[in-house]
């Protein structure tokens, strides 16, 4: 048989764009991958660690973090960032007053996390956590290296 046009022809232009027109049908009827991020699973942290540190010159704000420790025992690490930036932890304990403890890391040369000195660290700190809520640890160092501490509780 003999089409007047290729456009007519099912082996011609016609074939291709409606295998095209298939095609993407199918990747559109296809599983979609999950955006964003998991949905949180158990119940929800009801303790919050901030550290915040003053820097006085630039060339000091290098990439820093705090491995949090609670009633002794490894908890967490803050997220990593500049020191000037506040980092921040979030867990689950059980209620009850807990000794939450920070340890400072900071990073002097290229693949040389460092631990602050022990004058340097900020000491053991114990914190009330209640069934409800979650109970708020705040330290602020200062450029004299001292360490401004508050406790708080959000609802």
Excluded at 55 to 62: M, N
């Amino acid at each position: 048989m003999v089409f007047p046009h290729p456009a007519l022809s099912p082996w011609g232009r016609g074939r291709s764009v409606a295998v095209a027109v298939v095609l993407c049908l199918a990747a559109c009827a296809g599983p979609r991958p999950a955006h964003g991020p998991a949905p949180p699973s158990g119940p929800p942290p009801n303790l919050e660690v901030s550290l915040s540190e003053v820097i006085e010159r630039a060339d000091q704000d290098g990439l820093s973090y705090a491995k949090v420790f609670v009633d002794g025992q490894p908890a967490g690490q803050t997220d990593t960032g500049p020191r000037s930036h506040e980092k921040r932890w979030e867990g689950r304990v059980e209620p009850g007053n807990h000794p939450v403890r920070l340890e400072l890391w900071v990073l002097r040369d290229l693949g040389d996390w460092t631990r602050l000195s022990d004058e340097d660290q900020p000491r053991e700190r114990f914190v009330r956590v209640e069934g409800e809520g979650k109970a708020r640890l705040e330290l602020r160092r200062t450029a004299s290296g001292r360490y401004d501490f508050t406790a708080g509780r959000t609802k």
